[in-house]
Each structure stands twice: as C-alpha cells, then as structure tokens.
C-alpha cells in the first residue's frame, strides 16, 4: 500500500542533515540539488540506454513556492470534494504535492524529470509530467495501467535511478528523491540526510 507524505510516519522520520550543498546541474539550466543527489543522478545517467538522458524538470524549491502549490491544489480540491474535512484534504492534496513539513524539493532532495533523446525529445510516459491524479485520470501513479511503450519507458527510468540509489513516489512517476525522510522511510535508514535548505546568496538572481 503507498505511504503518502502526509502520512505521519514520514513526519515521525529523524533529520540528521550533513550538510551537502546546493549545486547546479549543468545539463539542467537553473535546476538546484544537493550535492549527494546531484552524484547519484550522474550514476543514473550513465545507466541509461545508449542515446537516452534525463531531463530534470525541477530540483530545489522554496518554501514560498511548495506552499503557493499547495494553496492552489487544495482549493482545486476543496472544489471536487465539498465535504471534505482538513484531515482528508491534507491526504488528497498530498498525492501531488508534499507537506511542506517534510517536502522533499524544498530539502534539495528530489527532483521531477522525465526521459529524452539525444535530440531533446521527450519519450512517452503515459502522462506529461506534473499531471494530476484528476487531469490524468490516475495515470501519473508509477503503477497505474498504461500503454506498452509507456511502460517500458517508466520501468527503463526507474531501472536507471533506483539501481542509482533514489527512490519513487508512487503517485507521481516523475518525482524521485535521495537522502530526504521519506526516501529515510522506505529504505530503511535510520534518519534522513537532507532537511529543508534556503537557496545560497550566489544562486540568488
Ligand atoms: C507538485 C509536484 N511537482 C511535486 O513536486 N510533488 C511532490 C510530491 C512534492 O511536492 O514533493
């Protein structure tokens, strides 16, 4: 059964930040992780068939910015489910986006990225990346049922990044994080390695 982030057995997950900084990616422009992740995705590149990369959508993000897209989801979800309590939203919207308690791109800690040519184009995935459970009729889940070629595309970039050491959010086929609780939580480590992470003044516009 998928733990969701706003589950409190990922909140329950210790932090131990080591303190690894922010650095760009240079094949992904204005794209910010931490340093260990930024090692194990090259892991995962170098993985990857002949003539297939990655594209990372979006590394590091602020407080500000996890926050904004919660608001607008919970109230897309408010909408949908009127009876909906609190509790249920924070479960809902925690499908597509993290708490920002435990949100790990706000950690540096996880990326969105999807598969592409050495041309730049984008292999199908079943769904664009950053689709909602709703817009996508549940095909954004990892798991869901989704066309043969979609399929092998999802199960040759997890092949890739969980040989590399990152691991998967269920619902999002897109999203993969290193060193964050709730990568903690399902391997198994004894706390998280990454917390959250203010961007660095050089890195500032
Ligand atoms: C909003 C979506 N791109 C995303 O980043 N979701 C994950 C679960 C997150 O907020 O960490």
């Given at each position: 059964m998928t733990i969701l982030l706003a589950d409190p057995v990922v909140r329950a997950v210790r932090v131990l930040d080591n303190g690894d900084p922010l650095v760009p990616l240079d094949y992904a422009l204005g794209v910010l992780v931490r340093e260990g992740l930024a090692r194990r995705l090259d892991v995962a590149r170098a993985l990857l068939p002949s003539g297939v990369d990655l594209r990372v959508v979006e590394g590091h993000r602020t407080a500000a910015g996890q926050s904004a897209i919660i608001e607008r989801y919970k109230a897309e979800l408010r909408g949908l489910h009127p009876a909906a309590d609190e509790v249920e939203l924070d479960r809902l919207s925690s499908r597509f986006v993290a708490p920002l308690a435990v949100a790990p791109h706000v950690a540096g800690a996880a990326v969105d990225l999807t598969l592409v040519t050495r041309s730049g184009a984008e292999l199908w995935m079943g769904t664009e990346v950053d689709a909602t459970p709703e817009e996508s009729d549940g095909a954004?889940?990892?798991?869901?049922?989704?066309d043969d070629e979609a399929r092998h595309n999802r199960t040759v970039l997890a092949g890739a990044l969980a040989a590399a050491g990152l691991i998967n959010?269920?619902?999002?086929?897109?999203h993969w994080s290193y060193g964050d609780r709730y990568w903690a939580l399902l391997t198994g480590a004894d706390h998280a390695v990454y917390g959250p992470v203010e961007v660095p003044a050089w890195a500032r516009a």
């Open positions: 954004c889940f990892f798991g869901a049922p989704v959010y269920p619902t999002e086929w897109w």
